[in-house]
């Protein structure tokens, strides 16, 4: 026989929420309820569990230590909880319903997810979708994230991934860079030219190319970077600025080169690849709105990819072509 347990459902979910929101005041706003009434599930919550989940003082509340180690737990947990609910509800109604939470890159999000996840949102109009464009790595358990994309080597082993694409890296510059400082002509060269660096690839400060004879070693070059910065977009445009040599994803670049605002260089050696992946977290239920939107990304991101040829009618072909496809739960 189970023992009465003397928290409430809605109790732990409120807590979640103010974990995630930071005060007692934002999660009031996301749950639509009073602070008085978010206070007293707070307090009925400690109460029942025999612990402080919070310091409070008059402006803000900050997690305790046990605070933080129920909240880590407890994520998973409700996520698993949901996502069966959801699984089982949608296979029965055949419509997709709840809220979907996605996070990515900004650039990328920007230039290539906006029109798709229209379309997604068009075609299921019960789900509520929540996306954020953010350029640091964010924990998608504790941040409370269905699906993230990703762009280059996934270092969360525990998470699951589904590969969208390759996109190829370029090394470019502007033409007045050129004329300014020269053009290297081989990879250790770039050890005399200024560079503009990733912020969150930048403790490496090494840029690997692939070896120029099959079965040799990789090359590298460790980069002087004078301009170090947290968005893609941003670093093309300090490139086009003639303020460095950068090293970008084709996606990225693609536009510049073809308008001839930058110029590849380095055209005989070869950077890996970034690979495009949609990661979730590890769950035994993978609910049915994150298989379907994978799916739908998966549809989208096929040769020709929209960076490639000329970028504008490859997004638009790759469109078109999505929205004569039928998936399941498609409304």
């Known amino acids: 026989m189970f023992a009465t347990t003397r928290w409430r459902f809605d109790d732990i979910l409120t ?8 005060s007692i005041t934002a999660a009031a706003e996301r749950l639509n309820l009073s602070k008085s009434v978010i206070s007293k599930r707070i307090s009925d919550l400690e109460a029942a569990l025999g612990v402080e989940l919070f ?38 109604i055949k419509t997709l319903r709840g809220q979907l939470r996605v996070t990515t890159p900004m650039s990328f999000g920007a230039m290539y997810l ?44 525990n998470l699951r991934a589904r590969t969208l694409c390759e996109c190829p890296r370029v090394v470019v510059c502007s033409p007045e860079y050129i004329k300014a400082h020269g053009q290297p002509k081989t990879v250790a060269e770039l050890a005399n030219h200024q560079c503009i660096d990733y912020a969150y690839v930048h403790a490496n400060r090494l840029w690997q190319f ?35 040599i950068a090293s970008l994803p084709l996606f990225l670049a693609a536009d510049a080169l073809r308008q001839g605002a930058l110029v590849q260089i380095l055209r005989g050696y070869r950077q890996p690849p970034y690979t495009i992946s949609a990661i979730y977290p590890p769950t035994h239920h993978v609910s049915t709105k994150v298989r379907t939107f994978i799916d739908f990304l998966v549809e989208f991101f096929v040769p020709p990819l929209p960076w490639e040829d000329d970028s504008e009618a490859a997004r638009n072909s790759a469109l078109s072509r999505l929205r004569t496809i039928k998936l399941p739960y498609d409304a």
């Open 15 to 22: 807590f979640i929420r103010v974990m995630e929101s930071g």
């Open 55 to 92: 310091q409070r003082s008059t402006r803000q509340v900050r997690p305790t230590e046990n605070g933080d180690a129920f909240y880590e737990r407890m994520v998973p947990l409700i996520n698993e909880i949901n996502q069966t609910a959801e699984s089982l509800s949608a296979e029965r």
């Open 114 to 157: 906006g029109p798709v996840i229209a379309e997604f949102a068009r075609r299921h109009p019960d789900l509520e979708l929540a996306v954020d464009y953010e350029d640091r790595l964010v924990d998608l358990v504790q941040g409370g994230y269905d699906i993230g994309i990703r762009i280059g080597h996934l270092r969360d082993s």
């Open 210 to 244: 692939e070896a120029a004879a099959k079965g040799g070693p990789p090359v590298s070059v460790s980069m002087r970077s004078r301009i170090v910065i947290n968005n893609g977009g941003a670093l093309r445009d300090m490139a086009i600025a003639g303020l460095g």
